[in-house]
DNA sequence: CGTTCGGTTGAGTAGGCTCAAGCTTAGTGG
DNA sequence: CCACTAAGCTTGAGCCTACTCAACCGAACG
């Protein structure tokens, strides 16, 4: 897997980024902020670089920042005390992690890709958005966004089949990670997660999943290039699969 | 079920209530708002009462409303193509209903109980809101625990059996909707749902909530009082049951 | 060449679903 | 006052989907 870079990419050191050529710039928690709003928020920002798999924030533990998700895939999970798994929520690009509220999350923070964020003090952070209306409405505005997402996902927890569950991911990855590839003719995207961690997303085991991941290929509606990548074969079949046709 | 009072209860005039006497004062999404900013609040606002299973917006309509619960339980749910439903949201008194965003809900809102709505117009709120911080603030709050409530959820219906389901349904009721209770001796508390929504609630069916309900009577965790009214015998065994002791 | 890790495939099991019948309660009308 | 009905809930029998446990495969690595 790499050690050794995954050393390297461990280190705490500033990514030479500024906020004009930030890719999130426009999408990002900041997105509504104005250039005097932005250099406040940079003087108390910094960048970190994770590796995959590597904790960010475990559940309940206090964490004295809050941060945009400037390149690569956050998992945030639950726990039983016997060991079964949860993702409650996969963060990408611009995506925000942490309460602005003291409270703890009850949520693990793991880095799925190696992954690069864009961290904030949490104290001047939250004074600042006191003072900066842009700042807050923006957070509300991504809070819903997740609360949306959160509520579609419950909706494949509660009710969908294996099979459906498994198709409605692929087109969440062609849709968030991919955007461009969900119109255009290219239709592949990575898969920024192990089996393992897309049984934890679906609420399935990974036999489950890779048995209907089989099935897809199958019948033709996607292609597995390598366990990783995908391409779609049929996109109106994957969305049917997948219970996403929202026709009527 | 009282079609006649159900009829009248629907009548579409003015609850009698003002900000001051308001029973969610304190908590709805106008926590924090002061004097001036209510009046500007009262200037916009509406009450009406729904009966029970009365649609109050349906999935994907426009309403012009946002809204805090007053009193009742509202349900808010999606529902596939072919009929399978997941509720995935259910709100208390002080619960906020409605995205600010103007994008359309994707769920359905309906009354499981008779529900009386505090109702404000919602392009005047959205102006309100720019202007007052206060109003923003406690939404984003508002917005982040149903989210936290949502990722809950999540765990629940991907992983908790059906036992475990039912007896955290309980535990949230008891909670919820008589805080009370939770820690003093009754321990009792009304079920707003019929089966049939806790079935959709729990993402089970009918029969197996009322099976493992009998279950956990049958084990001396809870006595029902009647099919709506149940009571807790033993707290520990039933926080046990529904795997929500975070002593670890 | 052996080991390990992530993924796939196979056989058998079990928990929740389906279909169906029975029970309880409230409302209705003779 | 007592059938009769209807709706909500409970109970029972059998089935099916996803889980468990296990073996196998292939690539990466030492």
């Known amino acids: 897997m790499g050690v050794e870079r995954v ?3 461990m280190k705490d050191q500033p990514v030479p980024t500024d906020c004009c050529s930030c890719p999130i710039r426009d999408r990002a928690v900041c997105a509504l902020c104005d250039g005097e709003e932005l250099s406040k928020l940079d003087a108390i920002k910094s960048y970190k670089t994770y590796a995959p798999g590597q904790e960010i924030v475990g559940a309940g533990e206090p964490w004295p920042y809050v941060a945009s998700v400037v390149t690569g895939v956050v998992k945030l999970s639950k726990t039983l005390s016997d060991g079964r798994r949860q993702m409650v929520g996969l963060l990408f690009a611009s995506d925000f992690l942490g309460r602005a509220a003291n409270r703890p999350d009850t949520c693990d923070a793991i880095a799925a890709t ?3 964020l864009c961290r904030f003090r949490r104290e001047p952070f939250e004074a600042l958005m006191k003072k900066t209306p842009h700042l807050e409405q923006r ?3 991504i809070t819903q966004d997740e609360l949306d ?5 419950m909706l494949l927890l509660g009710r969908k089949t294996a099979k459906e569950r498994v198709a409605s991911f692929l ?3 062609l849709r968030r990670s991919a955007p461009a590839a969900f119109t255009g ?3 592949i995207a990575t898969i920024p997660l192990s089996r393992d961690d897309i049984s934890d997303y679906l609420g399935l085991t990974i036999e489950t999943v ?6 897809l290929k199958k019948e033709g509606l996607i292609e597995l290039v390598d366990a990783r990548t995908f391409r779609v074969l049929d996109l109106q079949a994957l969305e049917d699969a997948a219970q ?4 009527e």
Chains 1, 2 share one sequence.
């Open 171 to 173: 087109l969440t990855l």
């Open 244 to 247: 996403e046709n929202y026709s």
């Open 114 to 116: 190696e992954t690069t």
């Open 210 to 215: 890779s048995r209907r991941m089989t099935e």
């Open 185 to 187: 003719q290219a239709r």
């Open 139 to 141: 957070l509300l505005q």
């Open 149 to 153: 997402a959160a509520r579609a996902q």
């Open 7 to 9: 050393a390297f990419s």
